[in-house]
């Protein structure tokens, strides 16, 4: 299975970041879509939640998927904190999950030191992205094999 992850499009998502989403089997947006239109370019099934420029979007706040060996919960993650979303809150408050995805910061992470583990896709869009688009996939080969990779796409000048 491969899940693609992104975040923060902002209206507008990187056209190499929409080629990669649709080779995938599922597609994550962990909010700040800002304008619906923005996700028609996507074609894989599409679980999305609603970010703080998003309050005029009929997504709810927080996706459960359960997926082989775990489950993984996304939210934008501006409730926990709005310039650096806390790890702990994010942890405490989904203890059930074995990744959690948030958005917000534009910055990519991938947290797996303890869990759940904790991952940010970037922004996909250009807004805040020092110079290039981010994303991530989720691959899972079996229960106990999930991984994470990073993916980057220069913005062209």
């Known amino acids: 299975m491969k899940i693609g992850i992104l975040s923060d499009s902002h209206g507008w998502i990187h056209p190499e970041i929409i080629s990669l989403m649709n080779t995938c089997d599922k597609i994550i947006h962990a909010g700040d879509i800002m304008e619906e239109d923005t996700l028609k370019a996507l074609t894989a099934p599409l ?13 709810a706040d927080i996706e459960t998927l359960d997926l082989p060996g775990g489950k993984l919960v996304v939210e934008h993650g501006h409730k926990h904190g709005w310039h650096t979303p806390s790890h702990n809150s994010l942890r405490e408050a989904h ?12 910055k990519q992470l991938i947290d797996t030191e ?44």
């Open 47 to 59: 679980i999305t939640v609603r970010g703080n420029n998003d309050e005029h979007l009929a997504f």
């Open 95 to 106: 203890a059930e999950a074995k990744v959690i995805v948030y958005g917000h910061t534009h």
């Open 114 to 157: 303890i869990s759940p583990w904790i991952v940010n896709p970037g922004a996909s869009g250009a807004i805040r992205n020092k110079g290039s688009s981010k994303c991530l996939i989720l691959t899972i080969d079996d229960e106990q094999n999930w991984e994470i990779i990073t993916c980057e796409f220069t913005n062209d000048a």
